[in-house]
């Protein structure tokens, strides 16, 4: 089946670094999304992109979706405290409108 | 609060026992989706849901659960004969269309004994 390959595992960064992660996959995807999950709760959509080689940024955020629809990656310049989860890219299959999940980013801020 | 609204938040079981979990999608979604998480991995698939229709199961085991979500009230994710492996947090998401963005609910934790 369609797997999403998400890297780096985890991250132990300081306080006002920037911070990189990415995904990729063997399969095409028409709709890339990064979300974040916190302890208990239930994964916060960030950001949606949905043409090849589009960048969105939502404040301190920015991913973009690969010209050949196969990656994306987030960005988070500046982090503070706050920003500590789990990260999680997702693709959505056409057909059948699922999401598949990479295995996520554990970012963890050193204040 | 107009989200995803899923209960129980945590559930526990014994094994042999059924487990029904709710959700109740954001106001104006007709597309609903139930997700399972085990420990420290991503989100897996399990069903796609319309109004009174399974569109995509395939995510689903084949024996002992089930899925509606019927023309009034929530969708259920039910779990028949529960097994210790089924404990995990279940995740429902809603959308507005089935190519939109998936909204999620803070998921159901459940415990099996």
């Known amino acids: 089946g369609q797997q999403l390959n998400q890297s780096p595992q985890s991250m132990f960064i300081q306080e006002g670094e920037d911070v990189s992660m990415n995904c990729t996959s063997s399969?095409?995807?028409?709709?890339w999304l990064w979300y974040k999950q916190e302890p208990g709760e239930g994964p916060v959509l960030l950001i949606a992109?949905?043409?090849?080689?589009e960048l969105t940024s939502n404040g301190r955020l920015t991913a973009q979706f690969g010209i050949t629809r196969k990656d994306s990656f987030l960005n988070i310049s500046a982090s503070i405290p706050s920003d500590v989860g789990i990260y999680f890219c997702?693709?959505?299959?056409?057909?059948?409108?699922?999401?598949?999940f990479g295995a996520g980013t554990i970012l963890r801020v050193k204040s | 609060n107009a989200g995803v609204m899923q209960n129980p938040r945590h559930l526990v079981r014994r094994r042999g026992q059924e487990a029904r979990l709710r959700c109740s999608p954001m106001?104006?979604?007709?597309?609903v989706y139930w997700y399972r998480q085990l420990p420290e991995e991503g989100l897996k698939f399990m069903v796609y849901l319309q109004k009174e229709n399974i569109i995509d199961e395939s995510g689903m085991p084949k024996e002992r659960f089930s899925a509606e979500f019927p023309k009034e009230g929530p969708s259920i994710l039910r779990i028949q004969q529960v097994v210790r492996g089924d404990s995990a947090a279940y995740f429902c998401?809603?959308?507005?269309?089935?190519?939109?963005?998936?909204?999620f609910g803070d998921g159901t934790r459940l415990s099996i004994l």
């Open positions: 997702a693709g959505l299959v056409t057909y059948g409108n699922k999401l598949v």
């Open positions: 992109l949905y043409k090849a080689g």
């Open positions: 399969s095409i995807f028409n709709t």
């Open positions: 106001k104006g979604h007709s597309h």
């Open positions: 998401a809603s959308s507005d269309r089935g190519d939109q963005p998936q909204h």
